[in-house]
């Protein structure tokens, strides 16, 4: 079977419909059907990370979810998750620890950042955000660097803490 068929989901608050063939993985329609370019294609198998969106509140990897397994869900993409600032903590703790690094896999870093505070009601630990990372690779090895930002937006969502900059002026760190 190739014969194009319908899909409709929600993506990022916006219900869109289109054709696709039957073998197109989320991520591919994501980013070439809307254009939607922080779903990144790594391995396609689930283990690098690069593709993890948000699916009805869920993080899962897009390359291995098909388009028409999709239908009628609720996708959230990393541009979702920025445009209404539900990572802006996130993202300004990514910036201020240098934890963007080349930026391939900061768009999964952040979405499974985002799910693993969602589901959590006070800081986790760094052992907890480490396990919560290990799906995701990051080739240019900025993990410390990465686990010290979800840690700093952690104690800004969980206990009104200082806000990222600040917490690193607290420590003598110029950002």
């Known amino acids: 079977m190739t014969a194009p068929v319908p899909v409709s989901l929600i993506v990022n608050g916006t219900e869109v419909s289109r054709l696709v063939a039957p073998r197109t993985t989320l991520a591919d329609f994501l980013r070439f059907d809307l254009e939607l370019t922080g779903t990144h294609t790594g391995c396609e198998m689930g ?7 948000m699916m009805d509140g869920e993080a899962v990897h897009a390359c291995l979810v098909f388009a028409v397994q999709a239908v009628g869900s609720r996708i959230e993409t990393v541009e979702g998750l920025a445009e209404r600032g539900a990572i802006a903590d996130l993202q300004a703790a990514f910036h201020v620890r240098n ?14 950042a985002h799910a693993l505070l969602e589901r959590v009601d006070e800081v ?5 955000i480490r396990d919560a990372l290990s799906g995701n690779y990051c080739r240019c090895t900025g993990y410390e660097a990465i686990v010290d930002a979800v840690t700093a937006a952690a104690q800004t969502r969980c206990c009104g803490g200082a806000r990222p900059a600040d917490a690193l002026q607290d420590e003598g760190v110029q950002p």
Do not use: I, N, W
Not at 47 to 53: N, S
Not at 124 to 128: A, G, H, Q, V
């Open 47 to 53: 283990a690098c990370g690069a593709c993890l969106v």
């Open 99 to 112: 934890a963007l690094q080349c930026g391939f896999c900061t768009p999964g870093m952040l979405v499974t």
């Open 124 to 128: 986790p630990s760094r052992e907890e």
